[in-house]
């Protein structure tokens, strides 16, 4: 069976935004292949941060994760720094990866522009991302179209290491990209990606009536000044995307005809998707709160997932240094 890594910054609570690009696909995905998902803390610590804050956080996603559907007898969900070989298997690969192919990543040209001190970190995050995948040896790397060019940093790793330690028979596989099928979803201001720092998204946890503040002022089809306007779903970037991740078929067919019909106003629109959001999102929200009320098995299953992810990362940790010539402790 195929192997698949992921990993997810310890944001909080889930987003629309997250969901439905990566954590819905990765349900699908565990009962298919031996599945991986990472909560990278270690990589959210090269932003400014509040530790109190950071540990809400991790927890929030995890219950976030787990509340979605990923179940801990189908799939490894863990910490990162609760697995170290990451760190460590990142040091090694910090000593094989050129210094210029780190300093052209797109991501680290964007945050070092807006940073006053850029930290080491900051430019050795894809080594560690790479060490993420690689230490597991996975296969496949489920990502969204914007996301391929991260992976190709460690295709690279993978093939500069196995050239120079393993050139007869490659140890680790060169990770494929598993493209998701879900477009990029757009935050409510209809302008960029949705993200929490921009403030445009929606917590899949969120009660009915603050998700409905949100939806109700988020931008529509701006043909659309009366109700007597004809629209066009294709221009509405916002609306239309969540009925089409949310509402069943006929309320999409019915969002077309009246849309571009002028048979019903905006708002009427939004409180079908509404009514849609709110019944998808009910039964996670109701396992979170579940989840919620029992930190302790949060924690356990967190604790044996990371049992589970280090047997393989030990294991690929020790052919490495022995590949290297570096005694291993364990
Ligand atoms: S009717 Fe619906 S799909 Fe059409 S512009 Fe308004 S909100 Fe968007």
Redo the contacts with the bound molecule.
């Keep these: 069976m195929s192997r698949i890594f992921s990993g997810i910054q310890p944001s909080g609570e889930l987003h629309v935004g997250n969901y439905l690009g990566a954590v819905k696909n990765w349900v699908e995905l565990q009962s298919r292949f031996e599945s991986y998902f990472c909560i990278v803390n270690y990589h959210a610590i090269t932003a400014a941060y509040v530790p109190g804050d950071l540990r809400a956080r991790t927890r929030d996603m995890a219950i976030g994760l787990l509340a979605s559907g990923l179940d801990p007898n189908r799939c490894t969900v863990f910490i990162q720094s609760q697995v170290p070989e990451h760190t460590e298997l990142a040091w090694i690969f910090n000593t094989l990866t050129p210094l210029g192919e780190l300093e052209r990543q797109t991501q680290f040209k964007d945050k070092s522009g807006r940073q006053e001190q850029v930290m080491a970190g900051l430019l050795n995050y894809p080594v560690l991302q790479a060490a993420d995948i690689l230490l597991y040896r996975a296969d496949l790397v489920p990502v969204g179209e914007d996301q391929v060019q991260h992976l190709e940093l460690s295709r690279v790793v993978a093939r500069n290491w196995n050239a120079r330690f393993s050139p007869d028979a490659p140890y680790f596989p060169e990770p494929q990209p598993k493209l998701s099928t879900t477009r990029r979803i757009v935050g409510l201001d209809g302008q960029a990606k949705m993200s929490k720092s921009i403030g445009n998204t929606i917590g899949i946890l969120e009660s009915p009536e603050a998700i409905w503040d949100k939806l109700r002022p988020?931008v529509?089809?701006p043909?659309?000044q009366k109700k007597t306007d004809p629209?066009?779903?294709d221009?509405?970037p916002?609306?239309?995307q969540l009925?089409c991740a949310f509402s069943p078929a006929v309320t999409v067919a019915e969002?077309?005809v009246?849309?571009?019909g002028a048979k019903?106003?905006?708002?009427?629109?939004?409180k079908?998707?509404h009514s849609s959001v709110v019944a998808a999102l009910a039964p996670i929200r109701e396992a979170a709160a579940d989840l919620q009320s029992k930190p302790d098995q949060v924690d356990e299953i967190l604790a044996s997932g990371a049992d589970k992810a280090r047997i393989e990362a030990s294991a690929t940790l020790r052919a490495v240094k022995e590949k290297m010539g570096l005694p291993d402790a364990r």
């Design positions: 988020a529509t089809d043909a659309r629209g066009n779903p221009k509405c916002v609306i239309y009925h969002v077309e009246n849309c571009r019903w106003g905006c708002i009427d629109c939004k079908s998707l």
